[in-house]
């Protein structure tokens, strides 16, 4: 089964990284881009039996900080 | 007096820490390496170094976290063997959750290394007893990621509990509160983006990092 898993940073949490690829996007003259986030795609290939609570286990644990990122878990149709 | 340095692929202060100990303690510290299981018997004092452990995947700190010896280095601070983390080994303790927070890229982007002077907030721990409260000292820093950041109420209970052990006299990185450094709810561990390390020889800029050390091995010996 593929897996993957969206970071994100949680909303309120400051993205120096997204505002300087803002920054950037203006420059280069694409106008009307409102915000821009930077977050990680984890892309897995996971054993078909392979549980949702190990899935989020696996994000809360390791794949995502929670601190100050959300995931989301979307499984690829093969 | 028994004190040890983990080492983890890609650390680069390690050496620099075990140097600071050795000078201030008279004894050579153990080295550890980050793939051994157990950390040796009998610790006093536990340094995790600077750099940039496994390359600084996934997140700084993430992979070092869930490493072996951090399950050794979580259960002797819960023991309340005191435990150092400077720099990337700061960065440990948050992604350990040892410590609260994280340490986001620095507000700026830029890499930042220089040496910043430091506001002490807190002087009656085992780390910073041989300062006093409220005085500048400068301690050079150097990371890409010391950003520190929690959530409000988080903050309020490390001011409120004096956790926060040193600040920022000039935030250099975005640090919500120009936090520098904070301790445990127990006050045996300490995570500071600064290397006092780096400032214990007159002839390599400065000094003020080296009272962290003394009052570190003085708490100890009295104890």
Known sequence: ?78 | MKTAVVTFPGSNCDRDMWVALRDVSGKEPVKVWHGDADLPDGLDFIALPGGFSYGDYLRSGAMAANSPILRSVKAAADRGVPVLGVCNGFQVLTEAQLLPGALMRNAAQNFICRTVPLVVENDSSLFTSAYSKGETIRIPVAHHDGNYFAADDVLDRLEGEGRVAFRYAENCNGSRRDIAGILNARGNVLGMMPHPERAIEADHGGTDGRRLFEGVIKSLVSA
């Open chain 1, 1 to 78: 089964m593929k897996v993957r898993i969206h970071v994100s940073l949680k909303p309120g949490v400051l993205d120096p990284q997204g505002r300087a690829v803002h920054h950037a996007l203006d420059g280069l003259g694409f106008n009307g881009v409102k915000d821009v986030r930077i977050g990680r795609l984890v892309e897995m290939e996971v054993a078909d039996d392979t549980t949702d609570e190990a899935l989020e286990e696996m994000c809360q644990k390791l794949l995502a900080n929670m601190v100050i990122e959300n995931y989301r878990i979307e499984k690829v149709a093969a």
